[in-house]
């Protein structure tokens, strides 16, 4: 009965638990649907995918989730294509480029670009964006139309171009904003059938006063001049900054530092001086006292005994800053300290040190660390002694052989000999081994006297020694072994036989890398030697052709695993630094194949192909880094564009 109770209370319950993090049904968007799987009920963590009709763009996330009871982000939008009817471009006398007179379908956001009938002038720009299903398409401007009279002024703005009685169709001027005053529309006004295009305004600047960025402690940011008003043209903006010992007062914004001219009014910051109150120093005092300090003032800090200043600076002040004082004055009590230790010296430039900080420290010659070169600063002191010993070496026991001279113990560079029985050699060169902060060495070891089988890198044994193994091979005994193709032993031949000599193979089975001596180089060659091979190690001289030079002072070059190091190269002459330049869409000028430095040539671009600045011809001159400007031709559309 009592779980049946249950069942019912939960089953009543949950409706009510689960409505509190689910949302409701998304939004639907104009040209779209939704494409993911319906629900009934959106919980948390929810997502819906969305999808616009075909030439519909879609703007926004294409998935929002239930978050909160709240879709995010917002849904998105569908945006409508552009259609523009052969109609219409007729009637307006125009041509979509490349003489193209159709119906178009240009989606959102993508663009056209049109001409004018032949006898027209386009009013620019001639490339026009679809935006939304708008598209305002350009005028087209008869030639043969009424002339038109003096053209109209702009207030505070002037006619740039010749002035002239009368105007021709389809001619324009130019006009230009005085100082301080931005433009608004286009620069140019066109005389269409006898009247003019609309002329263009000039735009107010935005005037800041001085006296009222003094009053607010306020300057310009990067500011040259001090001119009495400042003034911002229409559109721009200009950066401001608290004065020298002021900053930002917590009620204003940091978006404030940036005023923008765009019409209504400017909203400037708050700045406040910098002031730091008096510290409180717990084990130490200061100064000198006072109650405000301003930015910049400096106070000295002196610990009580067996306190030292935190961080150490050397010179314990600190600052009055923006953030308040730098460093923060405390005082700290002194667990560790380490001045002088006793056949060693202390690495770290510090006297005193906290807990949680680390000492490193050397032993003179001789003598070696108790525990451990370094030492951790604890609550209780160090944690590993600070102290040197002096090195001692005791002998060891020799297996094989015996040691020629036997004591209780040895010091720091003290040597012993081993003497090996027969049929054993010293595992070192000579007999003896000294007494190092490491040990004996070479460690006296007694082995026997011959030599171990050894892989060779890059190489291999002859296949007699491969498989049979023959080893150790005893003293005098020989082995043949041979390089891989592009490797050589020392002395360059393929085969080399290695003979067994005090447990040590001569010459060392070793394969080196061959370079190339035929590789190419540049305007220059390098010298052969006698056998025109070369090997790890070689050195050779390049020279350069008449008229080149090495590009560094280094003429010889290394043969490395890598190859040749450093690579050669010979530096063209500096009487013919460029080459004539083939063009896939245009004429180069010139006939001759080089050019002298400050050369000049012309180049000239096919029909539909021009310059970046779009011209159809252009000059570059040859310089020491190459053509500048660097010769091109592109698409006449690409152009435009850019």
Known sequence: MKAWLLLVAAFLLWPGCSSQKACEEPDEIDFGEIVSAEKAKYLENDRVQYRCNPSYVLEGPEWIQCNGQKWTPHPPKCLAPCSITRQQLTRKNLFVFGNQRKAQFIQSDHSLQFQCNEGYVLVVPSVRKCVDGYMDLPLCISERGKNCSGPPRTENGDITTLSEKQYRSGSSVEFRCQTYYAIGGQNRSFCNNGTWTKVPICLDPCMIPRTELESQKIEVKDEIGAPENIFV?????????????YVLAANSSKSAFVIHCDGTPPVFPKCKEITCNSPRISNGTFRPQR????????????????????????????ECTKNGWSPPPKCIKITCQADYIENGNVLSPKITYKEGERIRFSCNEGYSHVDRQDALCTETGWGTKLQCEEIKCFPPEVTNGYLQYRRDHY????????ICNEGFVFGGPGKVSKCTAT??????????????????????????????????????????????RGYLPKDKQRWQ?????????????????????????????IIYNYYNTYIEGDN??????????????????????????PAPRCIRPVEHTCTKVFLSHGNFGSQQQSFQINAKAK????????????????????????????????????????
Request: aromatic content about 14%.
């Open 233 to 245: 043209q229409h559109g721009h903006s200009i950066e401001l900054a608290c004065r020298t010992g």
């Open 291 to 318: 109650t405000i300090y301003h930015d910049g003032d400096l106070i000295r800090i002196q610990c009580d005994s067996g306190f030292t200043f935190d961080p150490d600076n050397g010179e314990k002040v600190v």
């Open 411 to 418: 010091m720091y560079n003290d040597e012993i000999e081993t």
């Open 439 to 484: 040990g004996w060495h070479p460690p006296p070891v007694c082995k026997q006297n011959g030599c171990d089988y050894i892989r060779i890198e890059n190489g291999r044994m002859a296949d007699r020694f491969e498989w049979y193994k023959p080893f150790p091979l005893w003293q005098g005994q020989s082995i043949e072994f041979y390089c891989y």
């Open 497 to 525: 036989t290695a003979r067994c000599i005090n447990s040590r193979y001569d010459p060392e089975p070793k394969c080196f890398k061959i370079c190339d001596p035929a590789q190419h180089f540049y305007y220059g060659h």
């Open 540 to 565: 050779v001289t390049f020279v350069c052709d008449m008229g080149y030079s090495p590009s560094t002072q280094q003429s010889s070059i290394t043969c490395t695993k890598k190859g040749w190091s």
């Open 603 to 642: 180049y000239i671009c096919h029909d539909g192909y021009t310059t970046s600045k779009g011209e159809t011809e252009a000059e570059t001159q040859c310089l020491k880094e190459g053509w500048s400007p660097e010769p091109e031709c592109i698409n006449l559309s690409k152009a435009n564009e850019q």
